[in-house]
């Protein structure tokens, strides 16, 4: 579950700028408050600005610390999008810091790159501001010329077979631009759990949708769990898209790629016994395919809907639905998690391509309802979703830019609102910042570039 996180000189970010889903004094929706390691924590956030704010980049700067640490390759933007506005941002540090909860656990993570080369790095487990930090690593270095340091917790120290293992790494693997974490995922020896638990809240702890981001496994995870399955019919029923049931189809490898194409099957095939066990999964324009071998054959397999209507049923192909409906299916099983498992999800413009009224309710199911047990955090320009009704104040935070040009975040509870208050009319009126400036738009005389005829 996620506490903080902080993000410097990255994309429109200047100074160290924090978002948190810790709670405030307030007693509406109680339920909102969900306890994890002792911590208080916030399950529902919906973030607002104008285009060009930063809500998108604070998702972003977030989506590439998660695949850093799970790959080990630097991202490029680490080392070119430091805040622009600033002439001298590309030789200053740039910051990413997460606090986060994982099996009742509360974990601090920093990393400070400077042009591409990790300057420092540390993994805590957290007092949470109420007791003393307990340091796992400290990795330190120097941009001018190598001169790493590297500290262990005394648990690794004092046990003779993990002790070997920081020279080593030090010394032999650990590269200038790797994260450290990353080298965490097989140590075996008991004294590394807390690192290995870390790096696992990045890889099935955390989730982020971006715009054009799809679910991979979709097919394969309908087919393989019943009850999955009935959650996605039951909520797309209630959606009323008309969808009265939901298959998977499979079908030979070869009549799928047809007379035209038998080289790319003949490559998968030979792709899928060479790795036997793992299915190989292609991304369409409009839908997921996964190539699997069944009884030893080798099939093709996508999601069909059962569509009923008043002159008889039809089934369609997932491609052939509309965005909105192909947008809904891809959040559910972000849905079905946080209804289920302590996971925190990052949609960022979840309104997209779907009706406000549908997003509005599916919000407000989520918001209401007193057993789901994850984080559902996005961004909007949704302003329908403004209803004190859903949120408390310290859940709905805004993403403007100051004179500087940097991005600035900040919750609506720091305007101390009445919860009787409109907040979507104050939004649009401007209450509270974080709206476009349109003031110069109905003077642009925009006949002067009509070409004559």
């Known amino acids: 579950m996620l506490v903080r996180f902080i993000v410097s000189n990255l994309f429109s970010f200047k100074e160290p700028t924090e978002f948190n889903m810790l709670p405030g004094r307030f007693n509406r929706l109680p339920h909102h ?11 529902l956030n919906a973030m607002y600005g104008a285009n060009g704010a930063g809500k998108s980049n604070f998702i972003h700067a977030l989506a590439i610390l998660r695949d850093f640490l799970i790959d080990g390759r630097m991202p490029i933007d680490l080392i070119t999008e430091t805040f622009k506005f600033d002439r001298e941002s590309a030789q200053k540090d740039v910051y990413l810091g997460i606090e986060f909860i994982k099996e009742d656990v509360p974990y601090y993570y920093g990393l400070t790159i400077n042009q591409g080369i990790i300057v420092e790095e540390e993994l805590q487990i957290s007092g949470i501001g109420q007791k003393s930090d307990k340091v796992l690593f400290i990795r330190k270095d120097k941009i001018e010329e190598k001169d790493l340091a590297l500290t262990f917790s005394k648990e690794v120290n004092e046990d003779r077979e993990a002790a070997l293992f920081p020279e080593f790494l030090k010394n032999e693997i650990l590269e200038r631009n790797v994260p450290v974490l990353f080298y965490m995922r097989n140590r075996n ?23 054009f981001s799809k679910p991979s496994g979709l097919a394969m995870r309908l087919e393989k769990d019943e009850n999955f399955r009935r959650f996605t019919v039951d909520l797309m029923k209630s959606f009323n898209t008309g969808i009265e049931d939901i298959h998977v189809q499979t ?19 030979a792709d899928l016994r060479a790795k036997a066990g793992k299915g190989k999964y292609i991304h369409t324009h409009w839908e997921e395919v996964v190539f699997v071998l069944e009884n030893n054959l080798p099939v093709a397999k996508r999601i069909e809907l059962s569509h009923g209507e008043d002159n008889g049923q039809a089934r369609f192909l997932f491609s052939e639905e509309s965005d909105g409906t192909r947008r809904l299916l891809e959040y559910i099983p972000a849905i079905y998690s946080a209804v289920n498992w302590n996971r925190t999800f990052f949609i960022d413009e979840i309104e997209r ?10 919000i407000r199911k989520f918001s209401h309802d007193k ?51 409109d907040i979507r009319k104050g939004y649009l009126n401007g209450r509270y910042g974080a709206i476009p400036f349109l003031g110069n738009l109905k003077d642009l005389n925009w006949e002067q570039y009509a070409e004559a005829n």
Do not use: C
């Open 189 to 211: 020896n008991k004294v590394f759990e807390p690192f290995k638990k870390a790096l696992e809240w990045f890889e099935r702890g955390l989730e982020l949708i971006l715009p």
């Open 371 to 421: 057993h789901t047990k994850g984080q559902l955090i996005f961004s909007t320009h949704e302003a329908n979703l403004l209803d004190q009704d859903i949120f408390r104040p310290d859940e709905i935070w805004f993403a403007e830019k100051n004179k500087q040009g940097a991005t600035q975040l900040y919750p609506l509870s720091e305007f101390k609102e009445h919860h009787t208050i």
């Open 353 to 362: 391509s779907i009706h406000p009224l549908l997003i509005k309710e599916l």
């Open 33 to 43: 408050v969900i306890t994890a390691g002792n911590v208080n924590l916030l399950k």
């Open 251 to 269: 079908i030979p490898i070869e009549e799928y790629f047809g007379e035209d194409n038998k080289h790319e099957a003949e490559r998968i095939i």
